[in-house]
């Protein structure tokens, strides 16, 4: 009895055990099903975070993108202004011409003869602590220049002008197409745009190792402007060129050319930091740069250009071009017919003459050059009916070869099919992928390593992996815009990808949210200078959609009105709430907005005009110091009160600015505050400032 009492209690127990058992499976069960619903919740979190962080980045990165390509697209505008200049100047007066051909010209033999024998007067003073390089150069003098330019020190002008007449003799003797094997070597790096940050190229080095016989390198051109070390990068490759002739090698970048210079920074930086040696320095770079190949060829099977191609492309063709002859592809042409009537193209750029240096306009190059049956930045140069038959063909060829060159230079590929003008750009064309293809066929090709193009991941692949873009400078924008990177091929030809991001002070502590947002803030704040140049034509645009005046339009006219003015191309209703913080019932309160700089109703007629003068030279600045930098032709950072005349004269006649000569004169000794008998940048833009120009809708003065 107490055995069977015991063998229940015990059963009893068990199933009390039991209980307890499933219990606690139970509360295990919703434990582990919260925890998954958490995980569930954490990860949708995540990823609607990580959303919308990459769409804040995209969107910073089409305002910086969409920005640049309006300068570059501005730029060429400008040199059609000055190609329209040069056609009218030949139909009306020869000292006109010669004014435009002594800003433009390149270095005649007679000058290059007396440069070269200033150049050996540049004497190195024994007080100079910097590098001092010996020729033929050594490895050591590599490591030399390296650690120089570490320490914030410049390499001497002797040194300089002695490396560049070096590098340009070993270049000119090179073909325009290098053909080089991965046979020879473990593998070869090809870097994109380098564009001044010789940090950037310094962590290429540390990464993956100095040029050797081991190591070959391709820079893949664009070495120059926009950052500040320039001169240094280019004194970098030009130092390992010569000591590794056959490891190293340079393609030409759409920056490697002296008109782009003006603008973007690179002629400055030579005057500010070699100053009475700058002129010497800027026509030996000058030559150096039209010496530098247009591409490279690797195993017959990989082609290395820096902007891509076109439907037009031969590379048989390529091989052909004097590229030397060519130190600019945006420099407007002399013809051998002086005498012949303006071309259709350069008709087109008169028409709109007043608009290119007072308003900027967006009118595509190409669409231009597509009427005069050429690319961008060339001229129709079909000779008049009394010239010969071969001046024309002569003429044709040069246009063919100078068209061959910018498309290399200058293109994008495009996931559309066919060719067409490239429009942001205003040079070279978009290519698709049906032309690649073709492309490769015809040259028995894999496929095309290019640059030309800021990628947020420093390289970028299209047209079905056939394409390959790469670019080298990394917070090419601003601080955490973007990734740099290199790649690298082996002799399977399969490319492998080194990216990287060199950072400085405060950006290494940064999260991923505060460099969107560091980033983000100097997108905008470079959109709303654009937006402030802009101001006046903004204010119009919106009164057009207010036909009440009540001061209110709705966000999409809002939208529209800004993109009509400033052409960007950028999605405004997307951007809206970081542009205006606060609407009324729904729209937007415009003179608001504005209010700080639109200029209110009760003032004068006298400010106005001030206001809208001063927003004129503000939103042209860029293109004003381009042609103050032509007319300084020696680059002292003055020209003369003659010089000034002249060009004047000539921009008036042709701007439809109403100023005799006389007046003219008295503006120049007005602007030249102290009295020095020069004129200096600043005082150049008051000259501007100065000069009442005629609002009117109708074209501008005929030639």
Known sequence: MEKKQLKTDAGSSKSFKDLNTGKLSIRKGENKGRAINSAILIQRWYRRFVARLEMRRRCTWRIFQSIEYAGEHDH???????????????????????????????????????????????????????????????????????????????????????????????????????????????????????????????????????????????????????G?????????????????????????????????????????????????????????????????????????????????????????????????????????????????????????????????????????????????????????????????????????DEDDDIEQVIDILWSDPDPKPGCTENIERGGGCYFGPDVTDNFLRKHQLQFIIRSHECKPEG???????????????????????????????????????????????????????????????????????????????????????????????????WAKAIESVIQLGLPWRMLRPHLITQLINGKVDYKMWLKDIVTEEKSTAQERLQSSLLESIYRNLSNLETIFNLIDTDCSGFICLEEFNQIWKLFSSHMNIDISDENIRDLARSIDFNKDGKIDFNEFLEAFRLVKQPVSGGESKPP
Not at 272 to 282: Q, S
């Open 76 to 226: 060429i505008k400008l040199n059609h202004f000055f190609d329209y200049l040069l056609e009218s100047a030949t139909r009306r007066n020869l000292k006109e011409r010669e004014v435009i051909n002594h800003i433009i010209s390149e270095t005649d033999i007679t000058k290059r003869s007396k440069l070269e024998k200033s150049m050996e007067s540049v004497a190195v003073p024994f007080s100079y602590t910097g590098p001092r390089l010996g020729f033929p150069l050594k490895p050591d003098d590599a490591v030399t220049v390296l650690e120089a330019f570490r320490n914030n020190q410049h390499l001497h002008a002797y040194y300089v002008l002695k490396l560049f007449r070096e590098v340009e003799k070993h270049l000119s003797h090179l073909p325009n197409i290098n053909r080089i094997s991965t046979c020879y070597s473990e593998e070869i790096t090809v870097c994109g745009d380098l564009h001044g940050q010789i940090f950037d190229l310094f962590h290429i080095f540390y990464k993956n190792g100095f040029p050797s016989p081991q190591k070959l390198y391709v820079f893949n051109g664009d070495f120059v402007d926009r």
């Open 228 to 396: 500040q070390n320039s001169i240094e990068i280019l004194i970098i490759l030009f130092v390992f060129l010569l000591i590794y002739p056959k490891e190293v090698h340079l393609n030409r970048g759409n920056h490697e050319d002296y008109m782009i210079n003006f603008r973007y920074g690179f002629t400055k930086e030579v005057t500010r930091k070699y100053k009475e040696h700058a002129n010497r320095l800027l026509a030996v770079i000058k030559n150096v740069f039209s010496s530098i190949p247009l591409a490279t060829l690797i195993d017959r099977k990989v082609l290395v250009v820096h902007g891509g191609i076109s439907d037009k492309t031969d590379l048989e063709r390529l091989d052909k071009v004097e590229r030397c002859k060519i130190p600019s592809v945006l420099a407007p042409k002399r013809k051998k017919s002086m005498g012949s009537a303006v071309s259709q193209g350069a008709k087109m750029v008169g028409n709109d003459s007043r608009s290119i240096i007072s308003q900027g306009g967006q009118r595509s190059s190409r669409e231009d050059s597509k009427t005069a049956g050429k690319s961008p930045g060339t001229q129709n140069t079909s000779a008049p009916p009394e010239s010969d038959d071969s001046s024309e063909t002569s003429s044709y």
């Open 459 to 557: 390289y970028d692949v299209d047209h079905h992996r056939k394409v390959i873009t790469i670019f080298s400078a990394s917070n090419y924008y601003s601080p955490g815009s973007n990734r740099g990177a290199y790649v690298k091929l082996g002799p399977n030809l399969i490319p492998h990808f080194v990216q990287f991001q060199t950072t400085k002070g405060a950006s290494r502590q940064m999260n991923i949210t505060q460099r969107v947002s560091r980033v983000e803030e100097s997108a905008y704040q470079i959109l709303k200078e654009q937006l402030f140049a802009h101001r006046s034509d903004l204010i119009a645009a919106f009164r057009g959609f207010d036909k009440k005046n009540t001061g209110l339009i709705s966000v999409n006219d």
